[in-house]
DNA sequence: TATTGTTATACTCTATAACTATA
DNA sequence: TATAGTTATAGAGTATAACAATA
């Protein structure tokens, strides 16, 4: 793209308000346009909301995790982990340990086919998003990138 | 603001892959930052997200819509829809009256007192959005600004 | 006879409480 | 005695099925 000329560049309020409320616009739209596809897939997969989500954590972290600190990260109790992570073991998509150091405590790791399963929910809302984004007009969608650029460039690792 | 000097102007990819990946980010660090304090808000007002998102449809939507309507638009079995409004109605959110021209069907619309209850959960989460803003660089700030305008000014009525 | 909404029933997920095993 | 996790029990919310009222 090349730089927008001047006539794009016009000021635009950057106020926290100006901001938050078109970021609520955004959000609200991205939700009804990717959000009912997912719900169905998780549904028919047989699986939990509560399960990707654990799925999604172990995923990121870099080093096995316990029933407790699981627990914590997602807000639910432990009991409910407890129960979500069973099931998780049983169908094979996460391994539960024994931790050597404190035999009390449970390491939890993905299994390679946890991790497909939840990349598999990852490319489904990637594939939304880019659905949503494909339906803009390419000014806006230019706009877009150049406006995320800076915060996604930081937020992400 | 000023129009941004060329040198942060730079060429940036616009494609659908990367504007929904920048997206992806910046959703899920808005979730994990705005989410957790309306979930609370919500469970500690003894109201169900469902009861929320039925005074939001009635919110924007212009004239009454009945149970069957309500449920389509959610997503969720006529019997859930029915029991949501019923206890919104109990509480004094919501009128419930029978369609004059087809007796079968009830139409729901606001009250004050319901609209009141939307308005304060709006807020809580517009406010969630303004932290999550005002915890940006002014550089990403106004980036954001522009990006977001030409999509937001397009979509919002 | 079909349709709109309500009531009956069963199921799932969650939380609190009770429990087991390790520490 | 305290802590990590599991099992027991109860409660909330949803869906399917059965029903009542109206078309």
Known sequence: MQAPSL??????????????ADLGVLMKHMFRTTNREIFSAVEEAGITFTQVKCLGIL?????????????????LSVP?????????VQRGEVKRTE???????????????GR?????FAALRF??????????????????????RPLAGRLSP
Chains 1, 2 share one sequence.
Do not use: N, Y
């Open 99 to 113: 931790d050597p150091r404190d035999r009390r405590s449970k390491l939890l790791t993905l299994t390679a086919k």
């Open 7 to 20: 006539a794009k560049v016009t000021r635009v309020d950057a106020s926290a308000e100006a901001v938050a």
């Open 127 to 148: 594939a939304g998003l880019k659905r949503f984004v494909a339906d803009m007009s390419d000014e806006e969608r230019e706009a877009l990138a150049a406006g995320l």
């Open 116 to 120: 497909r399963t939840f990349e598999r």
């Open 59 to 75: 995923d990121e972290l870099p080093s096995p995790i316990a029933i407790g600190a699981l627990s914590e990260t997602l807000g």
């Open 80 to 88: 409910a982990i407890s129960r979500a992570v069973d099931g998780l």
